[in-house]
């Protein structure tokens, strides 16, 4: 990769050599650690005839069989697969399944941007002028103007100095992550980080340490016995937990950051649009300044109803991911629909923050709502995702089913994507949703919990 920076090019010849120098010993050192590994791999068997099966046939390989035992216990049981049903509308605070309305809590439309004319307008116009494709990777010829307005724009509401959009929230994360952080470094995340980050700490091959759930008290005993043993050292937080609906005390923990020279990363697929009076994010709701955080991640699928991630930073951080990031350079640009889409509607964000404001309400209400019935709402702290704990992966399937008959959307969260006792319903509040649609709501799951007769769907709130 030739960079393209200027600044890159005014190094000495000497300076230019060291470089050269540094990258042939580590491709020299990469090769002698890939033949110690294959000198080291264990053997399986005696002869090619003995290899089982399962080391080689697809229809064997290990996470099929967890799922033919999930979906055979459903089957037992009598209870319907709740899992990719087929939405034939804009998903906002309602939906079509099938020739049916339903009252939705299960799309992460929480501003009511998706299908929003402007926003639809916007992603024609871009078919109309570049196509649906950027046909390469950025670095070579995927660049379009779009991309730089989106980036641009990005960075404004996070206060930062640039920022990167990848095609993926999901690989924003693993691939800034995997780029960034390497062996001798230690990636401290928290205990209920979305698999995103889990993923980006093990391609890093960095030491990965889960920290409990929003306690920067026992971080920072894990700090003062850990900083000095690791080179970088990382802390990911999440702005508002996807699966639980609460938010990290932003403040203590960059307090943690200066104390102990760390770098601080805070994913804000959820809440942006949610949090803040205008919807820029955590950093507007506690009122602190945009370099506080290093690595600003966010999603363009939730608010921004588009697809994709970015990461918004120093244009020292920016400019490192464009060169290195494999999730960036080699892979296609944002398709330029998407990336007008998701532009299109920030701008309607910003523009239009009484959106914000009445999703704020919606949250906070339907919050009240549910534990006004006894429900237990597990760490939520009524913002847009309301989550009630069923105890089990069984309880929460027959729970969303027993909603769906009564015309009501709201997806189970079960195990593995929450351990097995933390299984639930997890309801993503919309600015649409009218106060009888979250009245008719919490009267039926009231009356369907209270027919399960599980105890753990009443236990009280945290
Ligand atoms: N981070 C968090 C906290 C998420 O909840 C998600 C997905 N919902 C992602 C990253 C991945 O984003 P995307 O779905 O846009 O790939």
């Given at each position: 990769m030739i960079p393209m920076n200027n600044k890159l090019f005014g190094l000495t010849g000497a300076d230019k050599k060291k470089i050269i120098d540094r990258i042939r010993n580590r491709n020299r050192e990469d090769r002698k650690d890939r033949e110690t590994e294959l000198h080291q791999g264990q053997k399986y068997s005696n002869k090619i005839e003995d290899i089982p099966e399962e080391y080689y046939k697809v229809e064997l390989l290990p996470g099929l069989k967890q799922l033919q035992i999930q979906l055979s216990a459903a089957e037992k049981f009598g209870i319907d697969n709740p899992f990719f049903k087929v939405h034939e509308s804009v998903a906002s605070n309602e939906t079509r399944i099938g020739d049916k309305t339903y009252i939705n809590?299960?799309?992460?439309n929480y501003l009511g941007l998706c299908g929003h004319p402007r926003v639809s307008k916007a992603a024609k116009d871009a078919i109309d002028r570049y196509g649906t494709s950027a046909s390469a990777s950025r670095p070579v010829s995927?660049?379009?103007p779009i991309h730089r307005e989106l980036e641009r724009k990005l960075a404004e509401i996070h206060n930062t100095e640039d920022c990167v959009v990848f095609v993926s929230g999901h690989a924003t994360n693993v691939t800034t992550i995997g780029c960034l952080f390497g062996k001798d470094d230690l990636i401290l995340h928290d205990a209920l980080a979305h698999n995103s980050i889990i993923q980006g700490a093990v391609l890093s091959g960095a030491k990965r340490l889960p920290f409990p759930h929003n306690d920067y008290v026992s971080l920072d005993k894990i700090l003062e016995e850990n900083r000095i043993k690791y080179k970088k050292v990382l802390i990911v937080l999440e702005g508002i937990y996807s699966m639980d609906g609460d938010i990290p005390q932003l403040p203590e923990f960059i307090a943690l950051k200066k104390k102990h020279k760390l770098l601080l990363m805070v994913d804000e697929a959820h809440s942006l649009?949610?949090?803040g009076s205008t919807g820029r994010g955590i950093k507007e709701y506690f009122g602190?300044?945009?370099?506080?955080?290093d690595i600003s991640m966010g999603t363009l699928s939730k608010t921004l109803c588009s697809c994709g991630g970015y990461i918004a930073g120093k244009r020292a951080l920016v400019e490192n991911l464009k060169f290195n990031a494999p999730g960036f350079v080699y892979s296609v640009g944002m398709s330029p629909p998407l990336a007008a889409a998701a532009l299109a509607a920030l701008e309607i964000m910003i523009n239009e923050p009484e959106r914000v404001n009445r999703l704020r309400n919606v949250g906070r209400k339907f919050y009240e709502m549910v534990k006004g019935v006894g429900l237990n709402t597990g760490f939520?702290?009524?913002?847009a995702i309301v989550p009630v704990i069923a105890g089990s992966s069984i309880s929460g399937v027959k729970l969303s089913n027993a909603l769906l008959e009564n015309h009501i959307n709201v997806q189970p969260i079960i195990y593995p994507a929450v351990e097995e006792r933390a299984a639930r319903l997890r309801f993503f509040l919309c600015a649409s949703h009218t106060e009888e649609q979250l009245q008719y709501t919490v009267e039926i799951l009231a009356r369907e919990c209270k027919k399960q007769k599980n105890s753990t769907m009443y236990s009280i709130s945290r």
């Open positions: 809590y299960s799309s992460y995927g660049e379009r649009g949610v949090l602190i300044n945009g370099n506080d955080i939520c702290q009524g913002f």
